[in-house]
Every structure is written in C-alpha cells, then in structure tokens.
Nanobody, 116 residues
Framework: QVQLVESGGGLVQPGGSLRLSCAAS????????MGWYRQAPGKERELVAA????????TYADAVKGRFTISRDNAKNTVYLQMSSLKPEDTAVYYC?????????WGQGTQVTVSS
C-alpha cells in the first residue's frame, strides 16, 4: 500500500525558511520522478517543484523559482523541499506525490503558513 507522509510545515514570518520532508513507502521510490504540490484555500492543487528519479533534473513553477529547492535521498525513500524567502502567498497545504504517476491515496499534507 502506498504511503506518503509529509512533515516539516509550520508558521513562519515572511522572509523565513522551512524544510519539508516526505517519506514514501509501498512502491519502488527510486524508479519515479517525484513532485511537491500545494493547495491554498479556494484554489486547485498545483505542482510547484519536481525532481527526476535519479535526482539529476529538477523543475520549478515560476512562482517559486529561485526560492525553493527540491532534493531526494533514494536510500531513505525521502523527498525534501527547502523553502526560503517565504511569502504570504506561499501559504498552503503542501503534499508530495509522483510527478508523472500520481499515487493514491494522497498523504495528509503539511500546513505552511507565512504570516507576521
């Protein structure tokens, strides 16, 4: 059974940083490109960052480019999202999942709130 467990969210002031983690199980993690998604209140879920299966290639949404960094550790079946220079508009629930293959169920997500 696929399990995706996100952690690391919290309340942070504008300009601050957070590091999110996602522990994956139930599939061969190293075979799949992974992504971080977010869903703000009243908005659709969007992909903000993705990383290839071997970690050699990354892509970012324009809204986070230059501020967020995605990485992965295939030995630990974990994908990370380092977020810096956070803005109030980054406030959302953040989820990890496959980039090209979306696994079900989604994890519970981790709440990131950027506010002074």
């Amino acid at each position: 059974q696929v399990q995706l467990v996100e952690s690391g969210g919290g309340l942070v002031q504008p300009g601050g940083s957070l590091r999110l983690s996602c522990a994956a199980s139930g599939f061969t993690f190293s075979n799949f490109a992974m992504g971080w998604y977010r869903q703000a209140p009243g908005k659709e879920r969007e992909l903000v960052a993705a990383i290839s299966s071997d970690g050699g290639s990354t892509t970012y949404a324009d809204a986070v480019k230059g501020r967020f960094t995605i990485s992965r550790d295939n030995a630990k079946n974990t994908v990370y999202l380092q977020m810096s220079s956070l803005k109030p508009e980054d406030t959302a629930v953040y989820y990890c999942n496959g980039q090209k293959v979306v696994f079900k169920p989604w994890g519970q997500g981790t709440q990131v709130t950027v506010s002074s």
